[in-house]
């Protein structure tokens, strides 16, 4: 089965300092999303990549999927507090079934 | 107002009890989820309903039973519930838009506590 692996699993910076965070998947991928989790509440969608080589930004948050499309990075540029949070991967599974999750990577921004 | 909501947001219970958890959406999705989330753990499926007349298990479905009241409606129950089920649970939406897309909407969450 298909697995995710999210690096770092913690992440501490200071406010104004640029950050990334890896997923790596077991196999392809063939839609690769981002969540953002604020903690215990509900998951935000932030972008969604299908393509190799595919790049997308909101704001200060970039996403890129590699030409291989085993691997995805989330960069944030100039961190502020209100990126603080939980940020998941997560993948199409197996055809007909639903999406797989990375463990998340915790990320606190220290003003 | 929220397009997935979840009943009750909060609730502690004692072992032995049925809970029963509700989610509702109003984005018109077919597809519909239950997750539970746990600290180290991350998010682990529970149950999937790709429609109506359509549910199937995931990757942690014992303990626990669903029900599809209608396209709006995904209700999750722990017959017996047991301390180990304490966790935050998470219902979401989605409607592919094609074969290998997929993006899924989540409600705000239910922390369910089982002493």
């Known amino acids: 089965s298909q697995e995710l692996e999210q690096s770092p699993q913690s992440l501490i910076v200071q406010e104004g300092k640029n950050l990334t965070i890896n997923c790596t998947s077991s196999?392809?991928?063939?839609?690769l999303y981002w969540y953002k989790q604020k903690y215990g509440e509900g998951l935000i969608f932030l972008m969604m990549?299908?393509?190799?080589?595919e790049e997308k930004s909101h704001e200060k948050i970039t996403a890129k999927l590699d030409e291989k499309k085993q691997q995805s990075s989330l960069h944030i540029t100039a961190s502020q507090p209100s990126h603080a949070g939980i940020y998941l991967c997560?993948?199409?599974?197996?055809?007909?079934?639903?999406?797989?999750f990375g463990k998340g990577t915790t990320l606190s921004v220290s003003s | 107002d929220a397009d997935v909501t979840q009943t009750p947001r909060n609730r502690i219970t004692k072992t032995g009890k049925r809970i029963m958890l509700e989610c509702s959406q109003t984005?018109?999705?077919?597809?519909m989820y239950w997750y539970r989330q746990d600290p180290g753990l991350g998010l682990r499926l529970i149950y999937y309903s790709f429609d109506v007349k359509d549910i199937n298990k995931g990757e942690i479905s014992d303990g626990y039973s669903v029900s599809r009241q209608a396209q709006a409606k995904f209700s999750l129950s722990l017959e017996s519930a047991i301390p180990n089920q304490t966790a935050l649970y998470f219902c979401?939406?989605?409607?592919?838009?094609?074969?290998?897309?997929?993006?899924?909407?989540f409600g705000p969450g239910t922390r369910l506590t089982v002493l």
């Open positions: 979401a939406t989605s409607e592919p838009r094609d074969f290998m897309s997929d993006t899924q909407y």
């Open positions: 990549l299908q393509k190799g080589g």
């Open positions: 196999k392809t991928l063939y839609g």
């Open positions: 984005k018109g999705h077919d597809r």
């Open positions: 997560g993948a199409d599974g197996q055809a007909g079934t639903a999406l797989i």
